[in-house]
């Protein structure tokens, strides 16, 4: 696994054998919530950072290190990863050889639309203890996710896949309640849409208290039951992807920091960096030269 992408001077890490070790990323344009991201790293891979997504992954070559819940993380070849929407987390090569990783990042909103069908009522976004198992129904379903086309039919088979394995996941016994009858589901998707809508612009609570008829607090409250994170870091996010969409264009990034709604490109580096980790920069140089093929490589 290996492009022509290489580190720079103060980053070098290297074999026992002297032989430069190239980092790269492949990744698909998020599609019905869904994207599909694959990587090689030596070293330290990203920064802290958190997404407003669930990010679930399978370590396929090395061992894969990383801070979470205040413990530190080991994954090994064939462990399942499952990272929660917006906690904090960072990650790194346990050993000298670095680590090669297969990860789906999903919206909250689709996995909980998956859950009221296979539960048959609304339920709470599913949370595992252990960030590290040997999920059989995730590792499949993750497998399927990078050998199938990008069509429609087939992310909705991946977002009913991993919402079977996470609650097979769940610790047995735990009785997970239904979600409150005090929660406005429609009002809450109105919210989403809406931000969605209106993603590279301002919005004000005001604007939001209209859409759903409620408080700005009961908003807040209620949103992060639903989609794991506040409103206000939903639409950061939500920039944040049109901005990486502009990055695989090529366009310069003081262009996309504008086209985005950040305020001007420094705030533009500071957001993308505490999402993803790294940089602008640092990302577009990692994708450099790969293709949608690269996703598709055996593990």
């Keep these: 696994m290996r492009s022509n992408v290489t580190r720079s001077g103060g980053e070098g890490l290297e074999r026992s ?14 599609a ?14 990203y920064q802290k950072h958190r ?21 530190v993380r080991t994954s090994m070849p064939g462990e399942v990863v499952v990272l929660y929407p917006d906690e ?40 595992l203890r252990d960030p590290v198992s040997k999920n059989a129904r995730l590792a499949r379903a993750i497998g399927e996710a ?11 088979s991946l977002v009913v896949g991993l919402a079977e394995g ?19 589901i429609r009002g809450l998707e109105r919210a989403r849409q809406f931000l969605d809508a209106e993603r590279t612009r301002v919005v004000r609570s005001t604007e939001l208290e209209a859409i759903t008829g409620l408080t700005r607090y009961d908003l807040a409250r209620q949103f992060r039951i639903m989609f794991g994170t506040s409103p206000y870091r939903y639409l950061v996010m939500r ?26 490109q420094a705030h533009f580096t500071r957001a993308f960096k505490a999402a993803f980790g790294l940089t602008p920069a640092r990302y577009r140089a990692l994708r450099a030269g790969r293709t949608d093929s690269s996703l598709h490589r055996p593990a």
């Design 17 to 30: 054998c002297a032989r430069t070790i190239t980092s790269w990323i492949a990744s698909r344009a998020p």
């Design 32 to 45: 019905d919530g869904v994207e599909l991201f694959r990587a090689w790293f030596a070293g330290e891979a």
């Design 51 to 71: 997404h407003d997504t669930y990010a679930i992954g399978l370590t396929d070559r090395g061992v894969q290190v990383f801070d979470y819940r205040g413990s």
């Design 166 to 184: 996470l609650m097979a996941g769940e610790r047995r016994g735990a009785g997970r309640p239904a979600l409150s009858r005090h929660v406005d």
């Design 88 to 127: 904090p987390h960072d990650g790194r090569a346990g050993t000298g050889e670095g680590f090669g990783y297969r990860i789906v990042y999903v919206e909250p909103s689709r996995l909980t639309e998956a859950l009221r069908v296979l539960r048959g009522r609304p339920y709470p976004l599913p949370f």
């Design 146 to 156: 990078f050998r199938a086309p990008p069509d429609s039919l087939a992310i909705d």
């Design 239 to 264: 920039r944040l992807e049109f901005a990486r969409q502009r990055i695989h264009q090529e366009r310069p990034l003081v262009e996309i920091a504008c086209d985005a709604g950040f305020a001007d």
